[in-house]
């Protein structure tokens, strides 16, 4: 990946958290724009050619992960949290066995 290709992804990282608040009124989340974002570089305006490997595929999913889980996590309401508490246990309980 060259400087202008990273530079072209760090303006869109800028960008979003300049927007997100407004944004998030129109009910578009994070993972939807950055596809958006990532598609039109890629195949519409031809800023990015990116040659992806195996290790590159995966580091990219685990950081996608990474920041969906927290985007979703930092938007609990802990009360809603503490009162459906046993279902979380008992959801857990069943995915450890």
Not at 2 to 31: H, K, N
Request: contains cysteine; proline residues 1%.
């Amino acid at each position: 990946m060259d400087a202008a290709s990273v530079t072209v992804l760090l303006a869109t990282v800028f960008l979003w958290g300049v927007i997100s608040a407004r944004v998030e009124r129109a009910r578009l989340s994070m993972p939807i724009v950055f596809v958006v974002a990532g598609f039109l570089y890629a195949e519409v305006f031809h800023v990015l050619e990116i040659d992806v490997g195996h290790e590159s595929v995966k580091l990219i999913a685990e950081i996608t992960l990474v920041l969906v889980l927290f985007a979703d996590a930092s938007g609990v309401d802990f009360t809603e949290f503490r009162s459906d508490l046993a279902m979380y246990v008992r959801l857990l309980g069943v995915a450890c066995h």
